[in-house]
């Protein structure tokens, strides 16, 4: 019914599409497992819902859907005592629902890696997280497009290694190009198309998302389209550092143990 990455990761007010043969009665509902940390486990648990969709403490007797607040109940499965607390609005047409409330609030947590290489940055990185949870869309983007404008420069330079030999000097030469411009945009439009094949997870180009959405956030007026843009950009910079760093490791230990194959052979 809910989907479990709507209850676990999505942020007040952001809104979520729904299915159009979703039933009107709740009674047809299925309740979602969900996996978030637990506080006294001390560690990521299976929460299983404890309640059923109408109990919202005011119309128990009513199970239609339409223009009503759902209060769901969450209880983790290891030690069955903390608990986490839903509440989300449908609306009337049906087609939308987002949350209103959350009990524990929606963390501020920051990717660990990302904390690390962002170093004096991350502060604007943290602030952008704080207005997400908000759902401040608008400041939300505004700290996000800080952020990549602060590293786009350094992350395209990081991404040198991860290019084959043979188009090495390409990307150089773009890199180069990208140094005339202050227009981070105009940066990442210069060197988008030669992002290599690991950076490019199912194909999607993940610079060249970031360049429309860089763009389009300019024209979303609202909170609400921004707060999706704003994802979306988080999303991005995030898989971004993380691959790179993922990469440069695997490609030392690569060449380290290579290398001590081959000292091994001519011993
Ligand atoms: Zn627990």
Redesign the pocket.
Known sequence: MFPKEFLEDYSLFRKLKLDSDLSERVDYWYKVPINMN?S??ESN?TFNMTNAFQDDGFEEWVLEAPDRVFHLKYI?Q??K??DRRFFIYVNKEMDTCYKVGQYPEWEIKMDKNLEEILGKHSKTFRKGLVCEAQGYGIGAFSYYRRITEEIIDELLDSIVDLIDEKDKEEYMSALQQTKQTRVTQDKINIVKDLLPLILRPNGVNPLGVLHSELSEGLHAETDEACLEVANHIKSILTFLINQIIKTKEQNREFSESMKSLLNKKSK
């Open positions: 637990c006294l486990c648990q983790c290891s030690c005592t903390f």
